[in-house]
Nanobody
Framework: QVQLQESGPGLVKSSQTLSLTCTVS??????????WSWIRQAPGKGLEWMGV???????YYSPSFKSRTSISMDTSKSQFSLQLTSVTPEDTAVYYC??????WGQGTQVTVSS
């Protein structure tokens, strides 16, 4: 069974770039038709889909995040990563990585300080 684990800093300063990594185990990150997403949930708000990278490296981003978001893949490490630039306290959230909508990491809390 595929397992995902997010990692990254829990605290980021405003205007900096947030970088998170998702490590995948129990399956190949390049398996055909696999789609790897980043989703977040801010305090008191619903889930926000940020973007996805497919098994072949093609990416799609939510219009809400497109100008500030980059998702990449490191197949040698079975990892995919999120970069979110110019963060503000409004980017404080629990960040999740997921395979389709079926397999999720446990989430990692990120707080952006002003």
């Amino acid at each position: 069974q595929v397992q995902l684990q997010e990692s990254g800093p829990g605290l980021v300063k405003s205007s900096q770039t947030l970088s998170l990594t998702c490590t995948v185990s129990g399956g190949s990150i390049t398996t055909e038709h696999y789609r790897w997403s980043w989703i977040r949930q801010a305090p008191g708000k619903g889930l926000e889909w940020m973007g996805v990278i497919n098994y072949d490296g093609i990416t799609y981003y939510s219009p809400s995040f497109k100008s500030r978001t980059s998702i990449s893949m490191d197949t040698s490490k079975s990892q995919f990563s999120l970069q979110l630039t110019s963060v503000t306290p409004e980017d404080t959230a629990v960040y999740y990585c997921a395979l389709w909508a079926s397999y999720w990491g446990q989430g990692t809390q990120v707080t952006v300080s002003s």
